[in-house]
């Protein structure tokens, strides 16, 4: 028993005996997010994925194939949340920890991820909406109208982040 009691103590002691860091445990400290080469190329593959998944949706709805929307929906949204989880976790924190110091470029990226929350809200709304209720003729302009307000604010979105935003994604300056 003795014997167990000292390897905590060595453990204790060790633990202590790391270098002052102002308080800070080094293990609480967050990484750095590092650049990632074909980050920009993987998103710029979702949205061209999520465009054509939101184009077969508005094909299912032509068609007259109103109960396959439920899932084509469900599974946009999956795709869309991981695309958004890995813009921004990977993209958007990475851009904020490179030009922190510029507050110019900080106030466009902090503008830019509200406006995708906005947006990933709406989303997340029409497709509660029509998941609960269906999509048939029943709804059928009401659900056009919103599939289609949709649609073109993540198209105008995309264009705007592969063009505004996107360049601002560069390696670290050394």
């Not at 633990?15 to 190329?41: C, F, K, T, V």
């Amino acid at each position: 028993m003795e014997a167990i009691r000292n390897l905590f103590r060595r453990d204790e002691q060790s633990e202590s005996a790391e270098p002052d860091s102002g308080g800070l445990s080094y293990r609480s400290q967050p990484e750095a997010i590092r650049y990632d080469s074909q980050l920009i190329g993987a998103l710029h593959k979702d949205h061209e994925a999520l465009l054509n998944a939101w184009t077969g949706i508005g094909e299912r709805l032509a068609k007259g194939r109103f109960d396959d929307i439920p899932d084509a929906l469900n599974r946009f949204k999956r795709d869309l949340d991981h695309h958004l989880l890995t813009e921004n976790v990977r993209f958007y924190n990475y851009v904020e920890q490179q030009l922190a110091d510029d507050r110019v470029d900080s106030e466009i990226i902090r503008d830019f991820r509200q406006e995708m929350n906005g947006i990933a809200r709406s989303v997340t709304r029409f497709i509660r909406k029509y998941i609960s209720s269906g999509v048939g003729a029943w709804n059928f302009n009401a659900f056009r109208k919103d599939y289609r307000a949709i649609g073109e604010a993540l198209k105008n979105r995309i264009e705007r982040e592969e063009c505004d935003l996107y360049p601002l994604y560069t390696p670290p300056q050394e």
